[in-house]
């Protein structure tokens, strides 16, 4: 998941300057996190509520005063997308008005992933039934939604078929299916960019209409081997590239909670069904957020593994450069029990780096809450209505088990975008840049000439969408030698974080400025993913937890972030939120 949709502005301005304003820090010559405890008044709060001030450069405990060349770039940054999208208000389709998904009509679409498989094997209900269930949500809600792109629904039938009559001849006992085939007949959804033998592998690209896996990618097939049964791929956005889920071959997927909003990306066709209850557990990958945005925005559960724990074969795009380093394959799903006995099916051979058997004590786990990215100009300010639920997580936190969460502020997270963009950027080992996305955009053929695509597109004649043809722009701008202070200000926040997480700790921050945006709209606010993909780039494992929905009925939620290979932190954390707020809504209750 990529962010195309960025201003050419000047290095003064993006570049190695960091803004020209690495000279101001939050706290003076301390080169340490801000740290004021978790506020309990309300004018505490409010302060907290408050930390950006005119343009977003004005913080709590220190003020970064813009050059006038700056302000005026910022200016005309604002001025130029602030018109834009008046146009874009103008021109675009009206609807007729919000629409809501049908309620659900099976008790077994209200059971978790985990419940089911104990419920097939010890018979009190067949695959069959569960699998049929699940397709007949699916047709029900995707002419709503467009989240399943292909399905495999005779096959998942004759596998849950097969499923059945392996329980009903099984001589060993209930525990030894448990034990060898954990999640046997339980349905699954798969992102379209894992291969799945037999489906197609596209990633919404025309040129790739035909391309259909041979093979299943590892942690699909480690799933499969687990008795999982597929019923589908799902949309994503163009290469994978953008927070929308939005192609030219596949077409554009519906939030559940409001058809009119984006479910995220680039896993947002599994969000979206996964939301909608047209599926229980589902696989994603991320890079820059494209597992925990749609979770968000469709109110499930997902993690992102650390790096380099679960396979990233077999995807598509592949990745080249440092890419490596930064994506994770995770699990998603809509009930927090799910996610621990997911995570250990997809691990497969490297299940030793994890502790994923070990209990977690809530109570001696260490808490930290970090309410915002500290104002970055192009960036939301993150609502008032997720600032309040952060800050109910961490009272709630405290009440239940008896600890104190503490409120820090890292300086270096208001360069998260660059920090992201840069590192993204980066040489393999061998000095190999990053595959140029243009090169993507063209295959199997030539390599797509992006201003002759932009061309195209305002002619309606591209194949591509705007927000992979401004991505493609954007790498024309790229300069070859990183920017020293943006990988100066990386390092200190790596050292910094690693050094507050440790192996006890756990930090909550937010998933996104704002609650799902209306479709189209991140076009106009391309920055506001620095929220999860500053993330990545520190190589952390996070847990998206859904916390209800807010005022316009809408999900609402938090990351829950840990120190490198303590993802079982994160994943016990969940489960008590999961308890504590209520975790997945249906989208079709009355």
Same mark, same amino acid.
């Given at each position: 998941? *990529?962010?195309?949709?960025?201003?050419?502005?000047?290095?003064?301005?993006?570049?190695?300057?960091?803004?020209?304003?690495?000279?101001?820090?939050?706290?003076?010559? @301390? $080169?340490?996190?801000?740290?004021?405890?978790?506020?309990?008044?309300?004018?505490?709060?409010?302060?907290?509520?408050?930390?950006?001030?005119?343009?977003?450069?004005?913080?709590?405990?220190?003020?970064?005063?813009?050059?006038?060349?700056?302000?005026?770039?910022?200016?005309?940054?604002?001025?130029?997308?602030?018109?834009?999208?008046?146009?874009?208000?103008?021109?675009?389709?009206?609807?007729?008005?919000?629409?809501?998904?049908?309620?659900?009509?099976?008790?077994?679409?209200?059971?978790?992933?985990?419940?089911?498989?104990?419920?097939?094997?010890?018979?009190? !209900?067949?695959?069959?039934?569960?699998?049929?269930?699940?397709?007949?949500?699916?047709?029900?809600?995707?002419?709503?939604?467009?989240?399943?792109?292909?399905?495999?629904?005779?096959?998942?039938?004759?596998?849950?078929?097969?499923?059945?009559?392996?329980?009903?001849?099984?001589?060993? %006992?209930?525990?030894?299916?448990?034990?060898?085939?954990?999640?046997?007949?339980?349905?699954?959804?798969?992102?379209?960019?894992?291969?799945?033998?037999?489906?197609?592998?596209?990633?919404? *690209?025309?040129?790739?209409?035909?391309?259909?896996?041979?093979?299943?990618?590892?942690?699909?097939?480690?799933?499969?081997?687990?008795?999982?049964?597929?019923?589908?791929?799902?949309?994503?956005?163009?290469?994978?590239?953008?927070?929308?889920?939005?192609?030219?071959?596949?077409?554009?997927?519906?939030?559940?909670?409001?058809?009119?909003?984006?479910?995220?990306?680039?896993?947002? %066709?599994?969000?979206?069904?996964? $939301?909608?209850?047209?599926?229980?557990?589902?696989?994603?990958?991320?890079?820059?957020? @494209?597992?925990?945005?749609?979770?968000?925005?469709?109110?499930?559960?997902?993690?992102?593994?650390?790096?380099?724990?679960? @396979?990233?074969?077999?995807?598509?795009?592949?990745?080249?450069?440092?890419?490596?380093?930064?994506? @994770?394959?995770?699990?998603?799903?809509?009930?927090?029990?799910?996610?621990?006995?997911?995570?250990?099916?997809?691990?497969?051979?490297?299940?030793?780096?994890?502790?994923?058997?070990?209990? !977690?004590?809530?109570?001696?786990?260490?808490?930290?809450?970090?309410?915002?990215?500290?104002?970055?100009?192009?960036?939301?300010?993150?609502?008032?209505?997720?600032?309040?639920?952060?800050?109910?997580?961490?009272?709630?936190?405290?009440?239940?088990?008896?600890?104190?969460?503490?409120?820090?502020?890292?300086?270096?997270?208001?360069?998260?975008?660059?920090?992201?963009?840069?590192?993204?950027?980066?040489?393999?080992?061998?000095?190999?840049?990053?595959?140029?996305?243009?090169?993507?955009?063209?295959?199997?053929?030539?390599?797509?000439?992006?201003?002759?695509?932009?061309?195209?597109?305002?002619?309606?004649?591209?194949?591509?969408?705007?927000?992979?043809?401004?991505?493609?722009?954007?790498?024309?701008?790229?300069?070859?030698?990183?920017?020293?202070?943006?990988?100066?200000?990386?390092?200190?926040?790596?050292?910094?974080?690693?050094?507050?997480?440790?192996?006890?700790?756990?930090?909550?921050?937010?998933?996104?400025?704002?609650?799902?945006?209306?479709?189209?709209?991140?076009?106009?606010?391309?920055?506001?993913?620095?929220?999860?993909?500053?993330?990545?780039?520190?190589?952390?494992?996070?847990?998206?937890?859904?916390?209800?929905?807010?005022?316009?009925?809408?999900?609402?939620?938090?990351?829950?972030?840990?120190?490198?290979?303590?993802?079982?932190?994160?994943?016990?954390?969940?489960?008590?939120?999961?308890?504590?707020?209520?975790?997945?809504?249906?989208?079709?209750?009355?």
């Amino acid at each position: 998941m *990529v962010f195309p949709l960025v201003p050419t502005c000047p290095d003064s301005f993006f570049g190695a300057s960091g803004f020209t304003l690495q000279a101001h820090h939050l706290v003076s010559g @301390s $080169g340490l996190p801000v740290s004021h405890g978790h506020m309990k008044s309300s004018g505490e709060a409010a302060a907290v509520r408050s930390p950006t001030l005119r343009a977003g450069f004005a913080l709590r405990g220190g003020t970064m005063a813009l050059t006038r060349l700056e302000t005026l770039q910022l200016w005309l940054f604002k001025a130029v997308m602030g018109a834009l999208f008046l146009l874009f208000r103008l021109f675009s389709p009206r609807t007729g008005g919000r629409k809501k998904l049908p309620p659900l009509r099976s008790h077994l679409l209200e059971v978790s992933a985990t419940q089911l498989a104990q419920k097939i094997r010890r018979r009190e !209900v067949s695959s069959v039934e569960v699998v049929q269930a699940y397709i007949d949500r699916i047709q029900e809600v995707n002419p709503f939604l467009n989240a399943v792109v292909k399905d495999r629904f005779a096959a998942a039938l004759q596998e849950a078929a097969q499923v059945d009559k392996l329980i009903e001849e099984e001589t060993g %006992g209930e525990e030894v299916l448990e034990d060898r085939l954990p999640l046997l007949g339980v349905p699954l959804s798969v992102k379209e960019s894992f291969a799945l033998q037999g489906m197609p592998n596209t990633t919404g *690209v025309i040129s790739r209409q035909r391309v259909v896996a041979t093979v299943d990618a590892p942690p699909v097939a480690l799933l499969k081997r687990a008795g999982a049964i597929p019923l589908g791929v799902t949309n994503t956005s163009e290469l994978c590239m953008w927070c929308e889920s939005h192609n030219h071959l596949k077409g554009i997927t519906n939030n559940p909670y409001d058809l009119e909003r984006i479910p995220g990306g680039s896993s947002g %066709g599994e969000g979206s069904i996964l $939301g909608a209850a047209g599926a229980v557990i589902g696989i994603g990958s991320d890079i820059g957020g @494209s597992i925990r945005m749609p979770c968000f925005f469709n109110g499930i559960f997902g993690h992102k593994t650390t790096p380099g724990v679960v @396979s990233p074969e077999n995807q598509y795009p592949p990745f080249s450069g440092r890419h490596r380093e930064y994506v @994770s394959t995770g699990p998603m799903c809509r009930y927090a029990e799910d996610l621990l006995p997911m995570l250990k099916i997809m691990v497969g051979p490297n299940a030793h780096m994890l502790s994923l058997n070990a209990k !977690v004590d809530l109570k001696k786990l260490r808490f930290f809450t970090i309410p915002h990215d500290g104002g970055f100009a192009l960036t939301y300010p993150v609502s008032k209505e997720l600032l309040d639920i952060q800050r109910k997580v961490a009272e709630r936190l405290e009440a239940d088990l008896g600890v104190k969460v503490e409120e820090v502020h890292f300086p270096e997270l208001r360069y998260s975008f660059k920090i992201w963009d840069t590192y993204m950027s980066l040489p393999d080992k061998e000095g190999k840049p990053p595959v140029p996305f243009a090169h993507l955009m063209g295959e199997p053929g030539r390599p797509v000439w992006p201003l002759w695509e932009l061309l195209k597109w305002m002619m309606g004649k591209s194949e591509h969408t705007m927000a992979a043809i401004g991505l493609a722009l954007l790498e024309m701008t790229h300069v070859s030698k990183s920017p020293p202070f943006i990988i100066q200000q990386k390092e200190n926040l790596q050292r910094k974080v690693d050094e507050l997480l440790g192996t006890d700790g756990v930090f909550l921050y937010p998933s996104h400025p704002r609650v799902a945006p209306k479709h189209h709209h991140p076009l106009f606010r391309p920055f506001d993913f620095a929220y999860t993909g500053i993330i990545n780039i520190l190589g952390l494992p996070v847990t998206q937890c859904p916390l209800g929905l807010g005022e316009e009925g809408l999900p609402l939620g938090v990351q829950v972030v840990g120190g490198k290979l303590q993802d079982h932190l994160t994943l016990a954390v969940a489960l008590h939120l999961e308890k504590a707020f209520g975790g997945w809504r249906d989208p079709g209750a009355k």
